[in-house]
């Protein structure tokens, strides 16, 4: 085999290896929702489907506007659900103090328009996730009442935007905590 046949070999050896080692660290990724509704679509991905530490899980939630209006989007509104399947205890811990305001980080989202909201750790609005060692289905909720809704209205009364209303919720990915 000539240096030229050798080099080429070489070069496809590095490819295959290269994808088998990459394989490992593909991202879990949730399609954009079943199904919109009232025109929002909701997704999920998750970075690291197999995780040590608790403190370094990271998780994306991303809106999208499917609809023909400016809507608002009230991120203090999403929710964890956390499934077991198998071993494992997932409990949510409240922080001691108020609660955060539900306007808190309000965004609006023009038609057709995406936003991503990343998360690190396990903190959840108010409080915070502990998971025991285990397999979970991780999905998450996207609620937004009438009256919360109404709240924003007599909150903000010189804004003319529409907050979404309604539930939503993602796919469900599987995550691992083998700490």
Not at 53 to 81: C, H, M, Y
Not at 115 to 132: A, P, Q, S
């Amino acid at each position: 085999m000539g240096e030229v046949g050798k080099f080429k070999y070489s070069c496809f050896y590095l490819l295959i290896l290269i994808m088998t080692l990459s394989a490992g660290k593909c991202e879990a990724i949730a399609e954009l929702g079943t199904q919109p509704m009232d025109g929002l679509l909701l997704g999920l991905s998750i970075s690291n489907p197999i995780y040590k530490d608790p403190n370094i899980f990271q998780l994306s939630i991303v809106f999208q506007n499917l609809g023909k209006e400016k809507i608002i989007i009230l991120p203090e509104s999403t929710r964890r659900i956390y499934q077991v399947k198998g071993q494992g205890v997932a409990k949510y811990v409240p922080f001691p103090g108020p609660p955060i305001s539900p306007w808190r980080g309000a965004f609006p989202l023009l038609p057709g328009q995406k936003n991503e909201i990343k998360y690190v750790g396990m903190r959840d609005r108010d409080g915070i996730w502990v998971l025991e060692p285990g397999t979970y289905d991780l999905s998450m909720q996207f609620i937004v009442p009438q009256d919360l809704a109404g709240g924003y209205g007599r909150e903000f009364p010189n804004s003319k935007d529409q907050v979404w209303i309604g539930r939503i919720e993602t796919e469900k990915l599987t995550i691992t905590f083998q700490p």
